[in-house]
Structures are given as C-alpha cells and as structure tokens.
C-alpha cells in the first residue's frame, strides 16, 4: 500500500481521507441521534419538557461550535508559526 510519506501510516488517496474522517463523522451522528432519542424520551412528559429539552439542545449546540472555533485557532496558532507572529505582533510567545 502506498503512503502519503515514506514514514507515515496514512494511506495514499481517498482511503487515507475515510481513515482520518471517521471519527468525526461517528461523533457528529451520535451528536445528533442524541437529540432525537432525548425529544424521543421527554416526549411523554408534555410539551414544556418538550421545549425545555430542545432549548437545551440548542444551548449545548452554540456551545460546542464556540469551542470548536476556539480549538481550531488555537492549533491553528500552534502549527503555523508565521500566523501565531502574525496574529500577536511579532512576540512569538502565544502563551501570554
């Protein structure tokens, strides 16, 4: 099998692609089956259980993307150290 590097373990081409991607895509569908079977189990419970679960949702759901914004600058920061120079004029130190 051919790698993408003579040292990597990544395949070359779209199987390389579905190895690095599959966690992600398991995660984001159990993200979302989660909210269904939560609607699914309050449902019993009457319509403000119902709102109050989805509100929940909802702040849970802001929440992550912030923090994956966050997550991605910050690697983004790290990996590239001519951005990081960029973005914190020219210090170099990105742990202030």
């Known amino acids: 099998m051919e ?27 159990l993200f979302a089956s989660s909210s269904i079977i939560a609607i699914k189990v309050v449902g019993g419970l009457g319509q403000d259980a119902v709102a109050a679960t989805i509100t929940g949702q909802r702040i849970s759901f802001i ?22 120079l960029f973005i914190f004029g020219g210090s170099g130190n990105i742990f202030l």
Do not use: F, H, R
């Open 63 to 84: 929440l992550q993307a912030v923090l994956m914004g966050v997550l991605s600058g910050t690697a983004t920061c790290i990996c590239c150290p001519k951005i990081s």
């Open 3 to 29: 790698t993408v590097y003579e040292e990597s373990d990544i395949p070359k081409g779209s199987s390389g692609v579905w190895s690095l991607a599959w966690p992600t895509i398991i995660t984001n569908l």
